[in-house]
Structure formats: C-alpha cells, structure tokens
C-alpha cells in the first residue's frame, strides 16, 4: 500500500515537472507576457526596465532554473496582474468551483444511475427509448447553448432563479457555502444543473450499457434461478459488478469538471478557477498559469488515487493483487 | 365572499408595500454590471482602463475631465506654468479623505513619488515620468519641476490619483484590497472587492462635490456579453455597459429597456508597413517581390480610397460607428478640423494602382486584433473584401490580442489594423506613440512598427511638446496630424460607439467618450 501511493507522488511530481516546462516554453513562443500587459503609452524605456524586472530579459532555462528553484522552497511566485501569491488567488475561488462542481455531479449521479438502470433493465419500453433519446441530447448539445436557454426561460422569461454569480454564502458544518442559504441554492441550481447534463447523459449511457450485459450474464440467470426477486438482483449483485467503469468515469468526469467548467462559469458568472485561468491565459499571467496547472495535475492524482482504492472496495480480486 | 374580499385586500397591500420597498431600494442602491473591473484597490497598481474607472469611485485625480475628455478643475482647482520647467497647482481647501483628514499638497507629492515605487506590469510611471520634482510650497500650492518642457503635464495628470501620505510607502495591493489603506478623497467609500467579484462601495457624506445619488454601488463584473444582457433583463443589476451591436438591435424593440449612446475615443486604424522591406514579402500573379509596394504613398492613397467607411458602419458595426479622418474624435486638442472626410472612390483607388505599377494589384497578409474591441475582427475582414474590389489580394488574419501583440511588437506584420483610443484627450500621447520616429532617448515611437518616418513631423512634434502656450502649441499639433494623416502614416477607418442599457426609465446619466461608468454621475431618473 505505501508502495503504491509513493509510486503515484513520483507519477505525478514528473508530470508536474514535464507541464511546467511545456507551460514555459508555451509562454515563450507566443511572445513575451510584458507585451500584452503593457500600456500603449510606454516609452522604449519603460518596455525594457519592465522586462528586467520580472526576468524576462533572461535565457528561458535561466527563467525556469529561479522558477524551479522558488517552488522547491515551497514559492510559486506571484500574479504579475494581481500582485497576490498565485496560491492565494487560486484557493480563494476553489470552494465556489468545487461546490459547483459537487452539485452537478451529484444531480448528475442521482438523476443519471437510476434512469440508466432502467433503461438498460427493460430496453425496449417506450420510456427507455425516450430516456436515451434525452441521453444523447445531454452530451451532444453545447453547454453554452444550453446554459444560454436555461437564462433564458427560468431567469428572464419566468424569473424564478437568478441569471447567474453566486448567492448569499453561509456557513454549513463550519464550511462556507451557497448550499446553507436559500438565495445561495437559488443561484447554484441553473449551473449546476446546466454542468450536470453532460454528465448525466454519459453515466445512464454507461449503466444502460453495463445493465445490458450483465442482466445476460450467467450470475443473474442463477440468481434468478434461486427465486430472488429483479430487484434484488439489480441491486445487491448487478449493480456491484457494473459500478467500476462508471466509478472510473466519474472521477475523470470529476475531475475534468473542476479543472474546466470554464464554459458553465463564465455564462452564469459563477466566480470560480475557470475564469480566473482563462484570463491568465489571455494576459500571459504566467506565474498563474503555471500554479493552476500543478493544482490540477495534483487533483487528477488525487481523484484517481480515490478511484483505484474505491475498485478495492468494490471487487476483493482488485484488493488481493494489489497486496501481493 | 368576505374572506374573498379580505384576500384581495391584503395582496393589494402587500403589492403596494412590495413596490415601495422596491422603489425605496432602487432610489438609494445601484447596481451595475460591468464587462471588466480592476486588477487591484490600489490606484498606483496599473494603468488598465477598467481599473481606472473602478477606482474613480473611491480617489479623485489631481486634474478632472469632463465627458469629452477635456479638463476640468478636480483636487486641483487652477493650475499654470511659472517657468519652462515649473507647473503650479493650486489645490482645493477643505477637500476631506474618507477617514477625515484633510487633503493637503503633501499627499499629492507622495502620491506622484509612490507610482515608481509600487506600480505593476501596466506602468503607470507613464503619467509622472515628465516629472523631475514635486515641491510643497504651502498647504494648497505644489509646484512641479518637469524634465525639459512639458506642456502636456496637466494632461498626464488626469490619471493621477491622489492617497494620503499616511499610508507610507510600504501599503501595498493586499492593504489596499483588504480596505486598511484604500483611503481616497472620491464620492464613495471602499466596502469590500476579490479579484473577478463585485467592487462594493457606499457613500462618502463628506465628499467635496456633488452628493451622490446612491448610498450604496454595486459594480458586478460579468465579462461575458449575454450573461450580462440577462443579468439586466432578469433585474439583477439596474444598468450594464459594452452592449453588443446584435443586442442593441433588438434592444430598440424591447420596452422594458432604455439604451444610451456615445462616441468612444476608440478608433480602428491601418498600419501600412512602409519599411524596405516587408517581414512577409508582397506577391505579384504568385510570384514574390522585393520591394514593398506601400512605400509609394499612391499605393497608400489607393488603399485609403478603397474602403468604403459608410458602409463599415452601417452594416459590419450595424450603426454602431463614424467614418474617422484621423487618429483621433475631432473635438479633441490638436484634431485638425481642417482634414476632408475621406473619400470612397473604387475607380480612382484603381487607377493609382496602375500608375503606380501595380495594374494587376499585389498579395498581402492583413493582421488585426479579434477580441479587443466591438467589431475588431469583423471590420478587418471587410476591409480585405474590400480591397480586393480594388484588385489587392488581402488575406485578413484575426488573431487573438494575446497572439498579436507580441507579434506587432517583433515587427512580423506587413498590415495591420488595431484599435487605439487617445486616453488624455489630447494629440501628443497618440502621435509621439504611434507616428513620431522611433527614439527611445526621446521616449518617442515606442509603438511606431511601420518604419514610418518624416522629419518635418518630428522637427513640429518636439516643437509643440515644448510650447507652453495652448493656442500655439495647438496649431502646432493640428500641423502634425494633418502632414501624417495625408501621408497615409496611419489609415483611421471607423470610430466606435459604445452602447449601455438600463431598466426602462431608471436611471439617466451623460455617456462618456472614455467609456466610464461612473456612478457618481447617474441619477435615478424621476
């Protein structure tokens, strides 16, 4: 076990190491950050103290050796547009993110697992086919589009929900989030609901799919031979056995959601990561740049290192290999 | 039928008490959403417009200006030059920072002495580097000691915000952010802002102008266009700014809005690489060539005579726009009103062409920005159209401002075309930038990519840099951007409109070329 976890940290400080050098020479590429910062009105002068000053004037392997030695020591720099340590600008929309995030997956799971069962367990219906349908809309559709329709009918034709930033935020178990107010959840239903749909369309596609073979399989035959009932052999032993793609999925899905809800984030103008990096990216920020992509990196790693000691949990075979 | 009765009465009640309390609200809080904010509550940081006019709100400058850019008595209520070197300011009595104390010229010295010291990446070094010392001479008189002449100086000092001195040199953006040090002379007071988020401020009863309307200002930033437009349409804020042409549109339809128009300071130019030789060579029937064709200022005139500004506007910018004749709104000082409107002529932008041995016209590559301002990159691409009605082949490239400015700067460009808006309302921040002969000793030309260069402009610019005199110095001015604007150093096309909505009958307020929405100037309207 402790093998296994030291083997993940080496993982990922190297793809760490590898994105901060791709990060750098990106930067470099495209030109030099001062460039796109700069006011028009500056003087030669000014253009090429600016440039000294934040090392620009540097060899790129100069620039990454004080890069590389500053975060060993625990520094990832500052935001040239903020001023602020990256750390700080980052972390301090990651709840806002992370909440969003949460919400959708779990409406995603809720309205999504269950639907799937269905329609996997009986195909033909009419109910299946229409759910399906609805399936392929989910993940075939553009969330901007569909975001923008959402704004649309609830918030300015209906006007029950507001059209978009995040609410009131109150403390709940000690933790601050919109999901202790009211207005908080007012504002979180439209995002999360329009980030879910993908999601969902994805997870009843795939328990549909893994409901299909397995309600075939020999194991279900016998356990219908005993004489247990559908459900209990939907839920104490079909379910088990399908739930590790759709595990797996999940915490890539999860994943991917914090790290780029970006589209969501930026048509209800919920202030989470998404926006902040998009802007970095476009002023050159690079310090910033380079400090959200280790923090995604680390969560991927982290998610995935959840996943893979969930599998255990869920099929004792994956829990003994991985001991021997 | 009673109770029917009582029902009735009392949902009248409360719908009545619910409008009140409405109205109530509205009368005394104000909520904007604006595409972009600041970067940081220190106004020393960065020299980003949007910052700027966050800031507003909370310091005052030392000089003011009016909606069209033009000067006005502000913390300084008169200011003249004593010698060629010396400004003097007289500073108005009895102005009170927000925390009580009152505004004296040693807060107006610390303030130009902090800018070197704490400013970021957006310099703002840009206004004071004319400034060689600030002398207190007594309580409400500062005297300025400039490098060489500075005729412009009160110019510069439109953006310079004034701190008290209590603050010392160490506060820093954090001081600022978390409110310790954001202590300003302006209509409101700092409440509470993050990065990205909602600027909060409430009134300042002490304010030495005029009362503000709002007790309370709420600037929410929503960049994107239709999150912003909705935000307005589900009442969430009462005004927004940066309109898109398309919403504008159906705006005029809708009568639950009310729209406002003004003329931006912002201009789309052509910039004609008129170096030896290009970065991409021009091609002739396929065939690459040495010389570069837009060295003959035919060819440059042709190009001018080639687009056809009316249409421009009328149908990329949807009305949205002017035609422009030179770099800068007319009304602005050292605009020459003397330049002809610009003349749309297929037949004769043809005919230079031959006789400029370019019969068969010439290949060329046309860069422009296509994220910087409304219309950037559909204007590009009409332009290129239409030029080729002229019998130029002109391959328009709309790049991404993070991509083209870095490139524009390397010099990689043949043509371009960016916008530019003259942010001190006057001509010497334009054309020393974008005209003059590159001279870094000068600090001039700094933006001058083209290898544009006319020594009879630059003998006359440096001349009406160091002239004191405002109506001189002023015809100088007109002079230089009459002789660069008929040597097609810059082609100007289209000046942008800018466009802002609020809830029908609302609010009122005058729209500003500079495009800042200032709370202290919008009343609700009765």
């Known amino acids: ?324 | 039928m009673k109770l029917g009765y009582f029902k009735t009465g009392v949902a009248a009640a409360a719908l009545v008490i619910g409008t009140a309390f409405a109205t109530g609200a509205l009368a005394q809080n104000l909520t904007i959403g604006v595409r972009a904010g600041p970067d940081s509550i220190d106004p020393h940081w960065s020299t980003l417009g949007s910052q700027a006019e966050a800031l507003r709100h909370i310091f005052d400058t030392l000089v003011g200006v009016d909606e069209n850019l033009q000067l006005q008595p502000a913390l300084a209520v008169s200011w003249k030059p004593i010698d060629d070197t010396t400004w003097e300011f007289k500073l108005r009595e009895g102005v009170k920072f927000h925390d009580g104390s009152e505004l004296t010229a040693e807060d107006v010295k610390f303030s130009i002495e902090r800018i070197p010291a704490v400013t970021g990446p957006m310099s703002m070094t840009i206004y004071t580097k004319r400034v060689k010392e600030a002398i207190v001479v007594d309580k409400y008189t500062l005297q300025v000691k400039t490098n060489g002449t500075a005729a412009t100086l009160p110019n510069d000092f439109i953006r310079l915000f004034v701190v008290p001195k209590k603050i010392g040199m160490e506060a820093r953006n954090d001081q600022f952010n978390s409110g310790a040090a954001a202590i300003g002379t302006g209509p409101f007071k700092f409440v509470s802002w993050e990065p990205k988020g909602d600027l909060v401020v409430e009134r300042f009863d002490g304010y030495w102008g005029q009362r503000p309307a709002w007790a309370k200002v709420v600037r929410k930033e929503i960049p994107n266009d239709a999150a912003r437009i909705a935000a307005l349409k589900s009442g969430q804020v009462d005004l927004v700014n940066y309109v898109p042409a398309t919403d504008y549109a159906s705006m005029q339809k809708d009568k639950s809005v009310d729209t406002f128009i003004a003329d931006s300071v912002y201009i789309l130019n052509i910039t004609p690489n008129v170096k030896e030789t290009l970065p991409k060579k021009a091609k002739v029937d396929g065939k690459e060539i040495d010389q570069n064709p837009m060295r003959d200022l035919k060819v440059r005139e042709a190009m001018d005579l080639a687009i056809d500004r009316k249409t421009l506007v009328r149908v990329v910018l949807e009305g949205l726009g002017k035609p422009a004749n030179q770099l800068m709104p007319v009304t602005f000082f050292g605009a020459s009103k003397a330049l002809p409107e610009r003349e749309y002529n297929l037949n004769k932008a043809k005919q230079m062409l031959a006789e400029a041995g370019y019969p068969k016209g010439f290949e060329l590559d046309f860069a422009c920005t296509n994220n910087r301002l409304p219309g950037d990159a559909a204007v590009c691409e009409a332009v290129a159209q239409m030029w080729s009605r002229a019998g130029l082949k002109i391959n328009a490239q709309a790049l991404n401002g993070t991509v083209f400015f870095p490139a524009q700067q390397k010099g990689e460009f043949s043509l371009w075309m960016s916008g530019w808006g003259t942010l001190t309302g006057e001509a010497s921040y334009t054309y020393g930038s974008l005209v003059h002969t590159p001279d870094a000793e000068l600090g001039l030309g700094a933006f001058n990519k083209s290898g544009y260069s006319n020594p009879e402009f630059d003998k006359l610019f440096q001349e009406g840099q160091k002239t004191l005199d405002d109506p001189k110095r002023r015809a100088l001015f007109e002079k230089t951007t009459e002789i660069s604007m008929n040597d097609r150093a810059l082609i100007p096309t289209v000046i942008l409109q800018t466009v802002w909505a609020s809830k029908k009958d609302s609010v009122t307020f005058v729209p500003r070329v500079d495009q800042e929405t200032l709370a202290h100037l919008i009343t609700p309207k009765k």
Do not use: C
């Open chain 1, 1 to 324: 076990m402790l093998g296994f976890l030291f083997q993940r940290v080496l993982q990922a400080a190297a793809v760490i190491v590898v994105m901060s050098v791709v990060v750098f020479i990106g930067v470099y590429a495209i030109g030099n950050p001062i460039d796109v910062m700069i006011d028009p009105a500056a003087d030669q002068k000014l253009r090429a103290a600016l440039i000294a000053r934040y090392g620009l004037d540097q060899p790129l392997v100069v620039q990454y050796f004080y890069f590389a030695k500053n975060v060993l020591s625990g520094d990832l720099g500052e935001s040239m547009v903020y001023r602020l340590p990256v750390m700080q600008l980052i972390l301090s929309r990651f709840p806002a993110t992370l909440e969003l995030a949460l919400s959708a997956m779990v409406i995603a799971t809720v309205v999504g697992i269950p639907l799937g069962i269905w329609a996997g367990y009986r195909p033909d219906a009419m109910s299946s086919k229409v759910i399906m349908g609805l399936s392929v809309l989910g993940f075939s559709v553009p969330t901007f589009w569909v975001g923008l329709l959402l704004i649309l009918a609830f918030a300015v034709e209906i006007g029950i929900l507001p059209s978009g930033g995040r609410g009131t935020v109150g403390t709940l178990f000690g933790i601050p989030t919109s999901l202790a107010t009211w207005d908080g959840i007012q504002h979180l239903i439209l995002p999360a609901l329009n980030l879910s749909l993908f999601k969902m369309g994805l997870l009843i596609r795939l328990t549909r799919a893994g409901m299909q073979e397995a309600m075939s399989a020999d194991y279900v035959r016998f356990a219908r031979a005993q004489g247990l009932g559908d459900g209990e052999v939907i839920f104490r032993h079909v379910l088990k056995n399908i739930a590790i793609p759709i595990v797996t999925v999940f915490g890539l899905e999860f994943g991917s959601t914090l790290a780029f809800a970006v589209v969501t984030e930026t048509i209800f103008n919920w202030p989470g990561m998404g926006k902040l990096i998009i802007d970095s990216i476009i002023t050159l920020d690079r310090p910033v740049m380079v400090a959200y992509l280790i923090l995604v990196v680390f969560l991927f790693v982290v998610i995935n290192l959840v996943v893979d000691l969930a599998y255990g949990q869920l099929d004792p075979r994956i829990r003994t290999r991985g001991a021997s």
